[in-house]
């Protein structure tokens, strides 16, 4: 079953968001497999934003992921990649749709609430990366429940 992690930026967490942005994708369905509150270091954050280390924003993204707690998830279902992405809205939120957790609760590219994986191999690296020991193994009727769409 596909995978993607989801992160709750700082500014996120220090607003509050954390459970509103929680509810939107258990109630659209998707499983929770993993959950953890954590400050990263500086080394930390430069790993995970490996791929943009030549834009000019790079510094100033990785001083603002570091600046307080963030939450890390792993959630599970079917195009959860895709359809995380489009839960979360377009980068920059000017241009997010109403609706999306971008649209609704940002303004600037750099205070944009919410991190999700691009693709299904990105999302594997950043799992690995955040979640070294592994996610949930869920089990039992509550996941038949899912699956069955009950
Ligand atoms: N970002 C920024 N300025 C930009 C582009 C991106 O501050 O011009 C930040 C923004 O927080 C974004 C993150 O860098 O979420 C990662 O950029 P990416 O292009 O991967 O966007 P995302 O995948 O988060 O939508
Ligand atoms: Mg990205």
Redesign the pocket.
């Known amino acids: 079953m596909e995978q993607t992690f989801i992160m709750i930026k700082p500014d996120g967490v220090q607003r509050g968001l954390v459970g509103e942005i929680i509810g939107r994708f258990e109630k659209k369905g998707f499983s929770l497999k993993g959950l953890k509150l954590l400050t990263v270091d500086q080394a930390f954050a430069e790993k995970h934003y490996a791929d ?1 280390s030549s834009k000019p ?1 790079f510094n ?2 990785v001083e603002y992921i570091i600046s307080g707690p963030v939450v890390a998830m792993v959630w599970e279902g079917k195009n959860v990649v895709t359809t995380g992405r489009k839960i979360i809205g377009a ?1 920059n939120p000017a241009e997010s749709a109403p609706g999306t957790i971008r649209g609704d609760f940002a303004i600037d ?2 205070r ?1 609430v919410i ?1 999700g994986s ?1 693709a299904v191999e990105s999302a594997k690296k950043e799992i690995g990366l955040w979640f070294p020991d592994g996610v949930a193994n869920w089990c039992g009727l509550s996941q038949i429940a899912v699956f069955l769409n009950l």
Request: hydrophobic share 40%; proline share 0%.
């Open positions: 943009l924003f100033g993204l980068t590219i750099g944009n991190h691009d």
